[in-house]
């Protein structure tokens, strides 16, 4: 939407005519810009992946058995890692988050109530596999990271095996992302950061070994085989698809999930009487292994529980999806929650949430690439994994909408695009409280819209209104300041509400849909299932969308710049045209509206592009007035988020009521 202002003159004015405020300084705000990343042969200066662009890949085998009675999940992990830098490795770094619950961890610093800590993440054995000879290597463990000595250096383009032995007593309720919480009709877990996980080594740091404060991943993708042996009477969903229905499901369940791969509405796999009979499941005593695979992700998440209703319904996405899943194995949308959720304001609409949102995205930004996407209703985290989120079971209509979309908005930020949660949160949550606002409008007519709650525009229902506070507060950190430095006091505020504004803004007011969606879309193709930094994303915007935006990516995310207009004064002419007198005191310019009202009531809008303060910060506008206009002003429809609206507007004196 960047333009000339045609039809009208424009004229420089003295700065010492603008009153009381400091103008801004074009030099400063429009100085040349240099992003953190300089461009090399792995990232290109046109923000994607550079002709010698590499990234290591990781392979998970892993069986697991869950201990319901005595909650303890133990496991047994081969890893295969391919060693795709030009580097040789002698060491491999693991991330094991389930230290993270010990007294002794460092985010616990502060002290924690002994009976909200376990022992962590307790290994039973580290071996490297060579010529199918397994031999035990020494490791270390530092906080929530794990360094593995390999008795062979790994060349690049080489590859290497090695098993992990592990148990974990699984947190209660208090753990939040990993928990187990008791329902009337029994416990359900939620197992999340359940597993050894390999860190990211890349071309920007080396090895990515960040000790896990509560403030998210970044993970290498691979192909994931694992399976989980739980008590006979538990229902199992995880990411991926579901190997073995037939050793774990009864015909009936089968034929349902049969019939909700053809239905746009739910069918219900599970009901509360199948949870309430013992004859509801595939045997009568003993433990069951469920067996599940997901490829090309970066994570996955199971929860298992005897309480659960499981509903289902088909999703229906373009032809060309890349998923290469059989005819077998349908793709569906699914809830999974106990009793307490039936409502017909709650769970009972969950699956229809998930549906419209894998569809809404998928038509929108990028294809929805992985068999299933499945909403369980728990404890309530809010938290995602690659197809598969954690919601709340007493969430009701518009909030479990509302989280639930926002979720299933993750598959795509950062579970699809790659991006590091653990420094750059705007790149995960701020994008996809983005895509999830939009979801609100588009969903059954805008039933939800607008997104209202504590990640967007949280007061008045106006982002361009509610950021003002953020905007004007000395110690709110940038968009660009490292995940674990941002408070919880900003951390909604920053990386959800003002990086998804950001976007909206880009989107509406600076470039217009078309060229926006086009550059985002991509960005998303460019870097799916890669690891883009922020100066890959803001190359990729600026050269897609055919713009220099270095001010607007000095202003909104590397500081905290904003906008701040004024029209000092307004007078007819005699020929025709009348001079308005505005002023920049912001470093922030956003393309900004001005309307002028006439004597009539009628109005017209003319927009200001940034360009016209490239050069100066008070500029008098000649415009074609036809008729007499009486009045002035700035950003009439409160779309840009102007700090003081207080001077947005002049009224002609002598029409003053």
Request: hydrophobic share 35%; proline share 7%; glycine share 8%.
């Given at each position: 939407m960047?333009?000339?202002t045609?039809?009208?003159?424009?004229?420089?004015?003295?700065?010492?005519?603008?009153?009381?405020?400091?103008?801004?300084?074009?030099?400063?705000?429009?100085?040349?810009?240099?992003?953190?990343d300089?461009?090399?042969?792995?990232?290109?200066?046109?923000g994607?992946?550079?002709?010698?662009?590499?990234?290591?890949?990781?392979?998970?085998s892993?069986?697991a058995?869950?201990d319901?009675?005595?909650?303890?999940?133990?496991?047994?992990?081969?890893?295969?890692?391919?060693?795709?830098?030009p580097?040789?490795?002698?060491?491999v770094?693991?991330?094991?988050?389930?230290?993270?619950?010990?007294?002794?961890?460092?985010?616990n610093?502060?002290?924690?109530?002994?009976?909200?800590?376990?022992?962590?993440?307790?290994l039973?054995?580290?071996?490297?596999?060579?010529?199918?000879?397994?031999?035990?290597?020494?490791?270390?463990?530092?906080?929530?990271?794990l360094q593995?000595?390999?008795s062979?250096?790994?060349?690049p383009h080489?590859?290497?095996?090695f098993r992990?032995?592990?148990?974990?007593?699984i947190?209660?309720?208090?753990?939040?992302?990993?928990?187990?919480?008791?329902v009337q009709?029994?416990d359900i877990?939620?197992?999340?950061?359940?597993?050894?996980?390999?860190?990211?080594?890349?071309?920007?740091?080396?090895?990515?070994?960040?000790?896990y404060?509560?403030?998210?991943?970044?993970?290498?993708y691979?192909?994931?085989?694992?399976?989980?042996?739980?008590?006979w009477?538990?229902?199992?969903?995880?990411?991926?698809?579901?190997?073995?229905?037939?050793?774990?499901?009864?015909?009936?369940?089968?034929?349902?999930?049969?019939q909700?791969?053809?239905?746009?509405?739910?069918?219900?796999i599970?009901?509360?009487?199948?949870?309430?009979?013992?004859?509801?499941?595939?045997?009568?005593?003993g433990?069951?292994?469920?067996?599940?695979?997901?490829?090309?992700?970066?994570?996955?998440?199971?929860?298992?529980?005897p309480?659960?209703l499981?509903?289902?319904?088909r999703i229906?996405?373009?032809s060309?999806?890349?998923?290469s899943?059989?005819?077998?194995?349908?793709?569906?949308?699914?809830?999974?929650?106990?009793?307490?959720?039936?409502?017909?304001?709650?769970?009972?609409?969950?699956?229809?949430?998930?549906?419209?949102?894998?569809?809404?995205?998928s038509?929108?930004?990028?294809?929805?690439p992985?068999p299933?996407?499945?909403n369980?209703g728990?404890?309530?985290?809010?938290?995602?994994?690659?197809?598969?989120?954690?919601d709340?079971?007493?969430e009701?209509?518009?909030?479990l909408?509302?989280?639930?979309?926002?979720?299933?908005?993750?598959d795509?930020?950062?579970?699809?695009?790659?991006s590091?949660?653990?420094?750059n949160a705007?790149m995960?949550?701020?994008?996809n409280?983005?895509?999830?606002?939009?979801a609100?409008?588009?969903?059954?007519?805008g039933?939800?819209?607008?997104k209202?709650?504590a990640?967007?525009?949280?007061?008045?229902?106006n982002p361009?209104?509610?950021?003002?506070?953020i905007?004007?507060?000395v110690?709110?950190?940038?968009?660009?300041?490292?995940a674990?430095?941002?408070?919880?006091?900003?951390?909604?505020?920053?990386?959800?509400?003002k990086?998804?504004?950001g976007?909206k803004?880009?989107?509406?007011?600076?470039l217009?849909?078309?060229?926006?969606?086009?550059?985002f879309?991509?960005?998303?193709?460019?870097?799916?299932?890669?690891?883009?930094?922020?100066?890959?994303f803001?190359r990729?915007m600026?050269?897609?969308?055919g713009?220099?935006?270095?001010?607007?990516?000095?202003?909104?995310?590397?500081?905290?710049a904003?906008?701040?207009?004024a029209v000092?004064s307004?007078?007819?002419?005699?020929?025709?045209?009348?001079?308005?007198?505005?002023?920049?005191?912001?470093?922030?310019?956003?393309?900004?509206?001005?309307?002028?009202?006439?004597v009539?009531g009628?109005?017209?809008d003319?927009?200001?592009p940034t360009?016209m303060?490239?050069?100066?910060s008070?500029?008098?506008?000649t415009?074609?007035?036809?008729?007499?206009?009486?009045?002035?002003?700035l950003?009439?429809d409160?779309?840009?988020?102007d700090?003081?609206?207080?001077?947005?507007t002049?009224?002609?004196?002598s029409?003053?009521p």
């Amino acid at each position: 939407m960047l333009g000339g202002t045609a039809l009208c003159a424009v004229g420089i004015l003295n700065a010492t005519s603008v009153g009381a405020k400091t103008l801004a300084d074009p030099q400063a705000i429009f100085a040349p810009f240099t992003l953190p990343d300089a461009p090399n042969m792995y990232r290109s200066g046109s923000g994607v992946p550079g002709p010698h662009y590499w990234q290591n890949r990781v392979d998970y085998s892993i069986k697991a058995r869950l201990d319901a009675g005595e909650h303890r999940l133990s496991g047994n992990e081969v890893i295969t890692y391919t060693n795709n830098s030009p580097d040789t490795l002698d060491v491999v770094w693991l991330q094991i988050e389930q230290n993270r619950y010990r007294a002794d961890s460092r985010s616990n610093i502060a002290g924690v109530l002994p009976s909200e800590t376990t022992q962590g993440m307790v290994l039973e054995g580290v071996s490297e596999m060579i010529g199918g000879v397994e031999k035990a290597q020494p490791y270390r463990v530092s906080d929530t990271r794990l360094q593995v000595k390999l008795s062979q250096a790994i060349a690049p383009h080489q590859k290497v095996s090695f098993r992990i032995q592990w148990h974990y007593t699984i947190p209660g309720t208090w753990g939040g992302r990993t928990a187990v919480s008791k329902v009337q009709d029994g416990d359900i877990f939620e197992m999340a950061q359940w597993y050894p996980r390999l860190s990211v080594y890349d071309d920007r740091r080396g090895w990515n070994t960040l000790p896990y404060l509560e403030q998210e991943f970044f993970l290498e993708y691979g192909n994931f085989d694992y399976s989980v042996t739980v008590p006979w009477n538990f229902t199992v969903v995880g990411s991926g698809a579901l190997l073995n229905p037939d050793e774990v499901l009864t015909k009936t369940e089968r034929t349902r999930l049969a019939q909700a791969s053809r239905s746009e509405k739910r069918v219900l796999i599970r009901d509360l009487h199948d949870v309430t009979n013992p004859l509801s499941h595939r045997q009568s005593g003993g433990e069951v292994t469920w067996h599940f695979a997901m490829q090309n992700t970066r994570d996955v998440s199971f929860a298992a529980s005897p309480a659960f209703l499981w509903d289902a319904e088909r999703i229906d996405l373009p032809s060309v999806s890349p998923w290469s899943g059989s005819a077998k194995q349908p793709r569906l949308a699914m809830s999974v929650y106990p009793r307490e959720g039936i409502s017909a304001h709650g769970w009972d609409r969950s699956t229809d949430y998930v549906k419209h949102a894998i569809e809404y995205f998928s038509s929108q930004w990028f294809v929805y690439p992985w068999p299933n996407a499945i909403n369980v209703g728990g404890y309530g985290a809010g938290m995602e994994y690659p197809g598969i989120v954690f919601d709340g079971m007493h969430e009701r209509d518009p909030e479990l909408f509302w989280i639930t979309t926002h979720e299933i908005g993750h598959d795509w930020f950062p579970m699809l695009v790659g991006s590091d949660e653990r420094r750059n949160a705007f790149m995960d949550e701020g994008f996809n409280t983005f895509i999830d606002a939009y979801a609100s409008e588009h969903f059954n007519h805008g039933e939800f819209a607008p997104k209202q709650d504590a990640e967007f525009s949280p007061q008045t229902g106006n982002p361009a209104r509610d950021i003002v506070p953020i905007l004007q507060d000395v110690h709110a950190p940038s968009l660009m300041m490292a995940a674990d430095d941002i408070s919880e006091k900003y951390r909604h505020s920053v990386s959800y509400f003002k990086g998804a504004y950001g976007l909206k803004l880009l989107r509406e007011q600076i470039l217009g849909p078309e060229r926006f969606d086009a550059a985002f879309r991509r960005y998303i193709a460019e870097w799916a299932y890669r690891h883009p930094s922020p100066s890959d994303f803001f190359r990729i915007m600026d050269s897609e969308a055919g713009e220099d935006l270095g001010w607007f990516w000095r202003g909104w995310y590397f500081t905290n710049a904003a906008p701040d207009y004024a029209v000092k004064s307004l007078q007819m002419q005699k020929n025709g045209h009348v001079h308005v007198e505005v002023v920049n005191y912001g470093s922030l310019p956003l393309p900004v509206h001005l309307r002028l009202k006439y004597v009539d009531g009628t109005s017209s809008d003319r927009l200001l592009p940034t360009e016209m303060w490239r050069q100066d910060s008070a500029v008098l506008l000649t415009l074609p007035a036809d008729k007499e206009v009486v009045e002035a002003t700035l950003d009439p429809d409160v779309v840009i988020p102007d700090i003081d609206r207080s001077d947005n507007t002049f009224v002609v004196p002598s029409v003053r009521p």
